[in-house]
């Protein structure tokens, strides 16, 4: 390919206030006129890594049996899922600018390349890599760290602008695109989407009208009204009352697709179905947290006796994903709604996606236990297990410090430990998920299956490799990296150089957990910044037997690449 042309690309979408005519921006500036695509032609360059790139994600049909649904649920159900497939249009419309020129021109690659390709921009919504830093797989176009919430040719000033508040373009639910003078202006969602938006709405309507369920037609209305109206609040505080088999969670959520700012809220749906058994099982859980602050290893002074006792937690079945969240890497659990006005009035609630889980488990934790495990301890696997440390994960997060003390100042946790809060918190409710399993065993509640220390031991270390595996860039990675060296210092965790296996050692592991529960925690209960610095520069690291076991699973799955038989495109 000519290496001129690429630079000349390149250096155009940089510096493209010096390429762009008055024509481009005048082109560029309306939502109603088509954005200037010519960037989108080049070279298509395929990476050679394709077809491992494509073995990272297995096909897997995550269909849920529906057949205790009656009539009217299932004539819902189909509602909600047409409207989620809107949420996933309108994600790709913000996250790939130019979406349609660019898959239209895998048209071009030659036969054998073509399906392959086309798959994998499927997977990706568009030419880059969201496993790889965003780096083309195809094409040499640079990425757009913005997505396509903002203009391609943002000058430095026009960055600062945008991140200013009184420009008013920093908007969670707004476009920035620009007026026919070129200024950058806020175009509101409903507005700029109005024709999905619409559509959405009606379907939601229509399904508002199908349900026998108040709590789910109070909210699709509410919904409804929002997508119109850009106002989420009061049907955010509805979706925090849904009490029905089948439920949506729907709109626009998570910021993290404006990778410039992080201020735009990008489009996604997931529709479930309950499972009424787990939610009991979850009620006689959620009572057990009063009891689980109190025996936290740590002093009394530092427990917060009314915390977590709020926030409400699902188990469903994912029937149908849409948009944001079907991008990449698949959800297991979220955490909404964001709106700290709701979260203030009723907490935030978790949703946990068992089928996800469970496709997870036999996709990936399994054949990376069994390429890392010691033979005897892989046969303790369970997706139980898997279940309960992420079900546990969740709950721990409402356990522990939250709002603390320094020096007489009240403050909390997130405010003292800031870029290192996440790290270290992940890695809490991960330890501490492990814990209290191991607590409420000790009590002599019967709730676990009879082996569940062994299961859970053995379950938790594939665990920590199925998530170190992702990169210990981030918060999450960082955390099971943390977990992993403690473990392995403590002994808990053994390296059989024989083998090249790794097996763990419950005996030690129960106890170990305990102490990393306490040093964890009386980090955050003290907001000591500088102590966590040290902890996680200590234990965040990547061992070469580590590195070395990581190698080994190349041939395996990093994820799920969701099918829905029953509703898939
Ligand atoms: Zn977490």
Redesign the pocket.
Known sequence: MSVFRILALMGCLALLAACSSSEEKTMNHADSTPADCAWTGGDLPVTEELDARLDAYVPTDLDVDLSHLDAAQLAVLEKLVAAAKIMDELFVAQATPCHAELEARLAELPADLQEGARRYFAINYGPWDRRFDREPFIGTWPTPEGANYYPLDLTEAEKARIADPAAGLDGLFTMVRRDAAGELVAKPYSEFYADGLERAAGLLREAAALTENASLRAFLESRAAAFLNDDYYESDMLWMDLDSTVEVTIGPYETYEDGLFGYKAAFEAFVTVTDPEQSERLAVFKNELPWLESRLPIPDEHKNPNRGSESPIRVVDEVYSGGDTRAGIQTI?F?LPNDERVREAKGSKKVLLRNVMNAKFEQILKPLAEALVVPEQVGDLTAESFFLHTLW??MS?GLGPGKITVDGRETEVRLELKDHYSTL??AK??AMGEWTIFELVAAGRDYFPENIIREQSATYLAGLFRSVRFGIGEA?GQANAIQFNYLLEKGAIAWHEDTERFSIDTEVFVPAIGEMVKEICMLQAVGDYDGTAAFIEKYAIMPDVLSRALDKLAGIPVDVEPVFTRWDR
Do not use: I, R, T, V
């Open positions: 659990a955490n994960h969740e997060h918190e992940e409710a991960d999450h």
